[in-house]
């Protein structure tokens, strides 16, 4: 993580009441970024002020409040929670010797107990106090401790009262910015919740654990053959019992409340390893393991599949060169719809599902750590093999909190047919591009099955399920064919009371029937209309998911655009709902043959050998499009290099997608000069031929952080005539991780680089 800029402090003299690691610690970052006003302290052992002085961290001292008092316009009170009352009730008969526009704040770690001292000494939080907590710290202690950049990079918590002056919260804001900390506001209650279970709770056990074995018979021998994890764990009991008996005592409540939690769970772990409960265990630790490293990136905002590799994923840019050939032999990533589908009916199956090939993506390990949170235990991914333990159709528990989706739409709604037959409630949410994405069109029909769902204005993110509702089949003709909203329904509809009935408009993607009818549950299909029984049970089977006929599609349309190229796809799906890019690249001309025809796991795959040839412009068959929906922005880049015109039309769908594909095609077609018409169902494209050159030229493309937009128009710089720079390419992680290696295997000349603002 970056540093934050170190911004100046515009007061003029400051006095620091308590000079320990803290106080020490906050005069010397100030000195560090170059405050030139006075630091002055109090505190009550002369020798710390001599050490502070001689250390030329502040420019005096005093061990009485009343003689450093004087004309100061900030004082930071850096003292024990048990010390706060006594210090602020001198305070308060002193400040009228303080500058009049004088702000006060706090370093304390419990604030309820601070703002009754407060309320205590001066009658009322006053608006000029801004009480504070910084989250940092070490276990050594005193000013000889302290470190400029202690507070870098660390969050500084802020609890303002409602009637806390705007003027004084901005001066203790620029304060704690000096220091190079990330400055949030939070109301006290929360704050004093919070930290109890995230800073209190950890050092609670760690002085309990250590004074544990301390007190034991053979304590030599534990202590001498502890490995680093013990004493990575036990560093924090090192510090100020003083202190940290203070702020027990002053937030026990709070530290009582976290600590029962926290007992409940040490108990049900108890009695798994009692009656040698392996699912049990595995369950707590890969939810504990998993959970460290995705909640870590959602607040590092890095790509979960970033994390994963160690890497952070922030704002990224592709810059892309011209030209480059399109030849070997490659496996793209695992098929994402499967992947959820197969985390889905896996946990909901009674035994073990073995799977393979799972795409660890972060859309398909947000639904694997979705299922961690309510209570399945799930070995991996380890080098796309997953094991879940089933828990069978009743067996989900309630999450401890919303269940975050990512950027998976996919998820979402199947998510939403899932949940609605539980008993318990839930709320789905996702990120920023998720929560701008219609959910409507699976919340209606589930209200009309009797499920109760809340969303956002306009029919968006987030969801709230209301559990325990009883569910009835119903039959319902689809408005627009769309495989998530048959899916939900299905889902759903295993929970229901008779049978559920879906008709589509026009053929979509059946994942979902196959599966289901692979783990045994009847599936009938008669025309357009599929449906089933609710009230039946998933019997677990291994999966082997085949490569995304969707990821292949980047390398498909690179080899069918490119003279020269030669390429082979090993082992890709091509179920029949899904091949709708095979077929219009075929008609268009592409050199593309299906070889090592098989069925694996209920699902045909093949291998896909293209080579180029001369494409033309077709008027792409309105029964191919939804077999195609998330092929098209590639598709696209395939029009722009074939000779004549290609039109679509009935593709509004791609209008919902995670951008608005058809104008972000647009737009980016626009950047490098390819002539285009837009319509609002569809595009017609005028392609540049079959020339031995360049087709177009080069630009500049927003992706609007749509992963299918950024690796098209990185396939589209093979037939440029300049680079393409794509910005906003970090989600490209949520459907196909290693897609540049991959590129730069085949011949791309892309780079990965920063595209933060200034860069």
Known sequence: ????????????????????????????????????????????????????????????????????????????????????????????????????????????????????????????????????HPIAGSEKSGVAAANPELYVDHKVILTPEPDTDPAALARVRALWAACGAEVLEMDVARHDQVLARTSHLPHLLAFSLVDTLARQDERLEIFRYAAGGFRDFTRIAGSDPVMWRDIFTANRDAVLASLDDFEAGVARLRDAVERGDGDAMLATFDRASHARHYFESLLNKTSYQAEYQMQQQGKLRYRVSPGGAVVGRIRVPGDKSISHRSIMLGALAEGVTEIKGFLEGEDSLATLQAFREMGVAIEGPHQGRVTVHGVGMHGLKAPSGPLYVGNAGTAMRLFAGLLAGQSFDTELTGDTS??????????????????????????????????????????????????????????????????????????????????????????????????????????????????????????????????????????????????????????????????????????????????????????????????????????????????????????????????????????????????????????????????????????????????????????????????????????????????????????????EESNEEGA
């Open 1 to 132: 993580m970056a540093s934050l800029v170190k911004q100046p402090v515009a007061e003029s003299r400051i006095l620091i009441v308590g000079l320990g690691l803290i106080g020490g610690s906050l005069a010397a970052a100030l000195r560090d970024a170059g405050f030139r006003g006075a630091i002055l302290s109090c505190d009550p052992d002369p020798d710390e002020i001599a050490r502070g002085i001689e250390m030329g961290l502040i420019d005096g001292g005093d061990t009485r409040l009343e003689n450093v008092i004087d004309d100061v316009s900030l004082v930071v009170l850096a003292v024990p929670v048990l010390a706060m009352r006594g210090v602020m009730g001198e305070l308060a008969g002193l400040l009228a010797r303080a500058a009049p526009e004088v702000v006060i704040t706090d370093v304390g770690s419990t604030k309820a107990a601070i703002r009754d001292c407060a309320i205590a000494a001066f009658g009322r939080v006053p608006p000029n106090l801004v009480l504070g």
């Open 434 to 751: 998720l929560t701008k994405r219609p959910m409507n069109r699976v919340a209606d029909p589930l209200r009309l099955m009797g499920a109760e769902i809340d969303t956002a204005e306009g029919g968006r993110p987030p969801l709230h399920l209301h559990g325990g509702r009883a569910l009835k089949g119903i039959t319902y003709d689809m408005p627009m064919a769309s495989a998530q909203v048959k899916s939900c329904l299905l889902l759903a509809g295993l929970y229901a009371e008779g049978e559920t009935r879906v008709r589509e408009p026009a053929p979509t993607r059946d994942h979902t029937e196959r599966m289901l009818t692979g783990f045994g549950y009847a599936v009938h299909r008669e025309d357009d209309t599929c449906w089933l029984e609710g009230g039946g049970k998933l019997t677990a089977a291994p999966i082997d998911v085949p490569s995304d006929i969707s990821s292949a599609t980047f390398f498909l349309v690179a080899a069918a655009i490119t003279p020269g190229s030669d390429l082979v796809l090993e082992h890709v799906g091509i179920n029949p709902t899904r091949i709708g890019v095979i077929n219009i690249l075929q008609l268009m001309g592409a050199d593309l043959r299906l070889t090592n025809e098989r069925e694996v796991g209920g699902e045909p795959v093949a291998d896909l050998h293209i080579r180029y040839a001369p494409l033309k412009g077709i008027e792409i068959p309105v029964d191919q499009v939804p077999l195609a929906i998330d092929e098209f922005p590639a598709l696209f880049i395939a029009a722009a290099n074939a000779e004549g015109t290609t039109r679509l039309r009935g593709a509004e769908e791609l209008r919902v997608k995670e951008s608005d594909r058809l104008q972000a095609m647009a737009d980016g077609l626009a950047a490098i000069g390819v002539e285009h018409t837009l319509y609002p169902d569809g595009i017609d494209i005028v392609g540049g031929g079959n020339v031995e050159g360049p087709n177009y030229g080069g630009g500049r493309i927003d992706s609007l952080e749509d992963h299918r937009i950024a690796m098209a128009f990185a396939i589209a710089a093979l037939r440029a005539s300049g680079e393409i720079i794509i910005d906003d390419c970090a989600n490209v992680a949520t459907s196909f991780p290693g897609f540049v290696d991959l590129a730069r295997k085949v011949g791309l000349t892309l780079q």
